[in-house]
């Protein structure tokens, strides 16, 4: 069955320390890649996204994950947190047979 | 744009009860989605509509579970008869289109569900 793994279930990381959650996903086509951030009591807001093109993508608030395709994996990574970044993040897939998969999620908390 | 719009926001009902959540989708948006979110299972894909028709409810947990979309700007979850279990955030979501561009999904604030 296609999956999405987040292996972090949860991180805990001091102010200005860099962030890096890890994205892996079993399908073999071609796919849309998505890190969705919840921010506590809030509903998902998108962070990022991958289509095609350059696997180096830029997202909202410093963020951005590389597509590395021979290794599935969609890597969320920040290089200086902040106490604002204590969320849920979400890595999430879509398949050219339009079905989206979302990983467990990796809760954030960022100490300051 | 008022973005997603769920109500209500939170429910507290009784085991056995009927639920109705519902969902309007941001206008012009042609896909809709249901999921749940558990501590214990995460978010999960419940069903999806596209141009107001179910394309996949091999999400939906079971027979007590059915969701509606009768017009392009609402849509219903209903669970009937309700039990604990079913206590969740259940978040609706809409999309552009279901194609290869402009797939990105919107997520309303939830509904709050505690099945007591």
């Known amino acids: 069955a296609q999956s999405v793994s987040q292996h972090n279930h949860h991180v805990i990381l001091s102010e200005a320390a860099s962030l890096e959650l890890g994205c892996n996903y079993s399908?073999?086509?071609?796919?849309?890649l998505f890190w969705y951030v919840q921010y506590p009591g809030q509903h998902l807001q998108l962070l990022l996204k991958?289509?095609?093109?350059?696997?180096l993508v830029k997202g909202i608030k410093g963020f951005e994950a590389e597509f590395i395709k021979s290794k599935f994996s969609f890597n969320l990574r920040k290089p200086s947190v902040q106490w604002s970044d204590t969320a849920e993040y979400f890595c999430?897939?879509?398949?050219?047979?339009?079905?989206?998969?979302f990983g467990t999620g990796t809760s954030l908390t960022v100490i300051p | 744009d008022a973005g997603v719009i769920q109500s209500p926001r939170h429910e507290v009902t009784e085991m056995g009860q009927e639920v109705t959540l519902r969902c309007k989708p941001i206008?012009?948006?042609?896909?809709l989605f249901w999921y749940r979110q558990t501590m214990m299972r995460g978010l999960e894909l419940l069903i999806y509509?596209?141009?107001?028709?179910?394309?996949?409810d091999s999400g939906m947990p079971e027979d007590r579970f059915s969701a509606k979309m009768p017009n392009a700007s609402f849509s219903t979850l209903k669970i009937q008869p309700s039990e604990p279990r079913d206590s969740a955030v259940y978040f609706c979501?809409?999309?552009?289109?279901?194609?290869?561009?402009?797939?990105?999904?919107?997520f309303g604030p939830g509904t709050r569900l505690t099945v007591l």
């Open positions: 979501a809409s999309s552009p289109d279901l194609g290869w561009t402009h797939n990105e999904q919107f």
């Open positions: 399908y073999g086509g071609t796919v849309n």
């Open positions: 991958y289509f095609s093109g350059d696997p």
């Open positions: 999430a897939v879509k398949n050219t047979g339009n079905q989206f998969y």
């Open positions: 206008s012009g948006h042609n896909s």
């Open positions: 509509f596209n141009n107001n028709v179910p394309i996949d």
